[in-house]
């Protein structure tokens, strides 16, 4: 995930927290989460198959 989603997603997650995201706001929010996730499973996988490689 870029660091660009990350604010993005940071910042939609404030506006879920206080109501004051848009229907089309929480949409995003959700496909930004499944993407984060998504990454972190990656990231997670991989180095169980590489348990000392750098990152």
């Known amino acids: ?3 660009q989603q990350l604010q993005r997603l940071n910042t939609l997650a404030e506006k ?3 109501d004051t995201a ?4 929480l949409k995003e929010l959700k ?6 996730n998504l990454s972190t ?3 997670l996988l991989s180095s169980a198959y590489h ?5």
């Open 1 to 3: 995930m870029e660091a």
């Open 31 to 36: 496909q930004l989460l499944d993407a984060w």
């Open 51 to 55: 348990p000392h490689k750098e990152r």
């Open 16 to 18: 879920a927290k206080t």
């Open 41 to 43: 499973r990656v990231n």
């Open 22 to 25: 848009t229907p089309n706001e």
